[in-house]
Nanobody, 116 residues
Framework: VQLQASGGRSVQAGGSLRLSCAASGIIFRNYIMVWYRQPPGQERELVASITTGGSPNYADSVKGRFRISRDNAVNTVYLQMNSLKPEDTAIYYC???????????WGQGTQVTVSS
């Protein structure tokens, strides 16, 4: 399994970014896709998930600002991040899992830095 995350960069507060995660080595449409993030000095936390049927779920901290989507035709999951805040600064990872109970497979992460 390979998960290649991209799109992270430095941005000012209030700005927007779109992260992408391209998957290979799996039957993408059969996998729940999840974005996690790890802020500096903190534990990794779930940001958003999307089921095989396309149902999204979000952490309370990003509801209304972030949107997860997937394109099964190109084996890619996206995270549209709007109204970014400094507390969104983190390394963002994508994860592919067959069920929520499983740990899944991880990509290498992409750095998002939001300055005030």
């Amino acid at each position: 399994v390979q998960l290649q995350a991209s799109g992270g960069r430095s941005v000012q507060a209030g700005g927007s970014l779109r992260l992408s995660c391209a998957a290979s080595g799996i039957i993408f449409r059969n996998y729940i896709m999840v974005w996690y993030r790890q802020p500096p000095g903190q534990e990794r936390e779930l940001v958003a998930s999307i089921t095989t049927g396309g149902s999204p779920n979000y952490a309370d901290s990003v509801k209304g600002r972030f949107r997860i989507s997937r394109d099964n035709a190109v084996n890619t999951v996206y995270l549209q991040m709007n109204s970014l805040k400094p507390e969104d600064t983190a390394i963002y990872y994508c994860n592919a899992k067959r069920t929520f109970r499983l740990p899944g497979d991880w990509g290498q992460g992409t750095q998002v830095t939001v300055s005030s």
